[in-house]
């Protein structure tokens, strides 16, 4: 199986979403992979978070910007929220409304811009360690031959949306995708600094 052009399809369903989105382009997170376990970090100047993937066989994927884990690709992406969003007063009601309104930009980017029809949408609540995320899922078209369903975690990060996205290739695999993609979400810890990946490598 030809590597180009599944990465471009995998680009096309879920890495292109949000480049048009103000006030710049998304941003991912990587694979912080250690002797005894493994994260996925992302490190910014003021602020970073970190994913914990434990003990589970994680490596990067061969498709640039996943991560590998347990078999199933995943990434971890940023997007800047609009500036019309007052991100340091967001009460769990208005929380919630920012990232349906999210999501609801991301899928008509997808039918409009990408030319990809979606089906069956579903969403649901989870609130993790007093974080809320969206978690939303939806079948990809009959006529799509590589990936049968996209599942998605979203919650804030400040002024942005932290994605979590596990394509699914095989239909009967999502409730495996939707489990790690929660999993992951709930070892979610935040970090007002920059982080040293490869002193944060050494402990791990």
């Known amino acids: 199986m030809e590597l180009a052009p599944i990465a471009f399809a995998l680009l096309s369903a879920v890495g292109l979403r949000a480049q048009q989105k103000a006030p710049g382009p998304e941003e991912r997170a990587g694979l912080v992979a250690g002797k005894h376990r493994s994260l996925i970090a992302y490190a910014g100047k003021a602020r970073s978070y970190t994913l914990e993937i ?3 066989a994680a490596k990067p994927s061969d498709i640039p910007g996943f991560i590998t884990i347990d078999k199933q690709i995943v990434q971890s992406t940023l ?5 019309a969003v007052d991100a340091n007063r967001l009460t769990p009601a208005r929380q919630k ?24 949408l579903q969403t ?21 031959k590589l990936v049968s369903r996209q599942v998605y975690a979203s919650t804030l990060f ?3 949306v932290m994605d979590l996205n596990a394509p699914v290739f095989k239909t009967d695999d999502w409730g495996k995708a939707r489990a790690l993609l929660i999993r992951l979400a ?3 810890r935040t970090y007002d600094r920059h982080l040293d990946f490869d002193a944060m490598r050494k402990k791990l």
């Open 97 to 120: 409304e920012v990232l349906l309104q999210y999501m609801n930009y991301e899928l008509e980017f997808y039918k409009k811009k990408l030319k990809q029809r979606y089906s069956h």
């Open 54 to 56: 434990g003990a589970h």
């Open 158 to 160: 400040y002024d942005r």
């Open 79 to 83: 997007v800047p929220l609009s500036s």
């Open 186 to 188: 709930g070892t979610m």
């Open 124 to 144: 649901e609540w989870v609130t993790l360690q007093g974080r809320i995320f969206l978690v939303w899922y939806f079948d990809m078209p009959e006529d799509y």
